[in-house]
């Protein structure tokens, strides 16, 4: 089975600020990674994904993350945050297999809020 | 919007009682999950379904289950409900059954059971 940390459940960061969104993951088999976005009263949107090739994935909001499999890692960082970034992210992972289960496992999110 | 809608958006009810929800996957997607959001277990897989067929089990309780139907909506039915079974309740699908596919989350059901 599959699982995932996020080590920061909550992350204060000022307007422009970089920041970096911390996860790890834990698997028996390859994964595809994804980083989803919650805001408030909303659905999850995927922000980013990694299924294969180029380590570095970017969204089109200026987010990117990065996949270390030695690490077993796929934080998320922005260079210079917004107000409207203020959100909930959840990083998850499905497996890459041929057939079984495909379904996310989660993290347990980690609170972004941009302070003006 | 993601294409994929979900009803009610609100559900309040009483413990012992039944639910249905509901959910529409956005149009052509043949693959429907279901995931449960509360703030002690946070986002868990609950079941998915391909095609009307039962694809994988999750952290699914016996007292609840769901079925896809010919037209690919399907439902989740709660029954001798708890107040541990307060959450909000997703609905995601996809285009395909494997994990490299996107899936594509519905704005949820918020269940309180009272």
């Known amino acids: 089975a599959q699982s995932v940390t996020q080590l920061d459940s909550q992350v204060p960061v000022f307007e422009e600020a970089p920041v970096e969104l911390r996860c790890n993951y834990s698997?028996?088999?390859?994964?595809?990674l994804f980083w989803y976005v919650q805001y408030p009263n909303q659905g999850l949107q995927l922000l980013l994904k990694y299924l294969s090739g180029s380590t570095l994935v970017e969204s089109i909001n200026g987010f990117e993350a990065e996949f270390n499999k030695s690490q077993t890692s796929f934080h998320l960082r922005k260079p210079s945050v917004h107000i409207s970034d203020t959100a909930e992210y959840f990083c998850a992972v499905s497996a890459n297999l041929q057939t079984g289960a495909n379904n996310l496992f989660f993290g347990t999110g980690t609170r972004l809020t941009v302070i003006p | 919007d993601s294409g994929v809608t979900q009803t009610p958006k609100h559900l309040i009810t009483a413990t012992g009682q039944r639910v249905t929800l509901r959910c529409s996957p956005r149009s052509g997607d043949l693959s429907v999950y279901w995931y449960q959001q509360s703030l002690d277990q946070g986002l868990q897989f609950l079941i998915q379904?391909?095609?009307?067929?039962?694809?994988a089990k999750g952290n699914i309780l016996e007292r609840f289950s769901a079925q896809q139907f010919p037209d690919l909506h399907s439902e989740l039915n709660l029954s001798s409900l708890e107040l541990g079974d307060s959450a909000l309740y997703f609905c995601?699908?996809?285009?395909?059954?494997?994990?490299?596919?996107?899936?594509?989350f519905g704005p949820g059901t918020r269940l309180t059971v009272t």
């Open positions: 995601a699908s996809s285009v395909g059954d494997r994990g490299s596919y996107e899936q594509y």
């Open positions: 379904y391909y095609n009307g067929e039962e694809r």
């Open positions: 698997s028996s088999v390859s994964v595809y």
